[in-house]
């Protein structure tokens, strides 16, 4: 069990940049790998990005490369998504979510997640 509290969405105009955090509040696991989806209503969640928490290892999804950075604070046991160059499409919720060992591309593999935050970005 890992709680996530995320933080940081708002309103932005495109091209604009927006810094999404999410901390690990409390645990009884130390997550292998902390990622993060997005959802529109209608549309299945969608993966964006994954961190291994141990190596630092990235990966993106093609949509949001070049754009997206993920992030650790070790200190502070958060995870950041750094968003520059936003698009409209970029509108949604946004979820951090953690798993115990390895990282995935698939929602459901991901036991827990943060409560969301919004990410509205206009032309």
């Known amino acids: 069990q890992v709680h996530l509290v995320e933080s940081g969405g708002g309103s932005v105009q495109a091209a604009g940049s927006l810094r999404l955090s999410c901390a690990v509040a409390i645990y009884t696991y130390w997550p292998g790998c902390m990622a993060w989806f997005r959802q529109t209503p209608g549309k299945e969640r969608e993966w964006v990005t994954f961190l291994y928490t141990s190596s630092g290892s990235t990966q993106y999804a093609d949509s949001v490369k070049g754009r997206f950075t993920i992030s650790q604070d070790n200190a502070k046991k958060t995870i950041f998504l750094q968003m520059n160059s936003l698009k409209p499409e970029d509108t949604a919720m946004y979820y951090c979510?953690?798993?115990?060992?390895?990282?995935?591309?698939?929602?459901?593999?991901?036991?827990?997640w943060g409560q969301g935050t919004q990410v509205t970005v206009s032309s």
């Open positions: 979510a953690a798993r115990a060992t390895q990282c995935v591309y698939e929602p459901a593999a991901f036991p827990n």
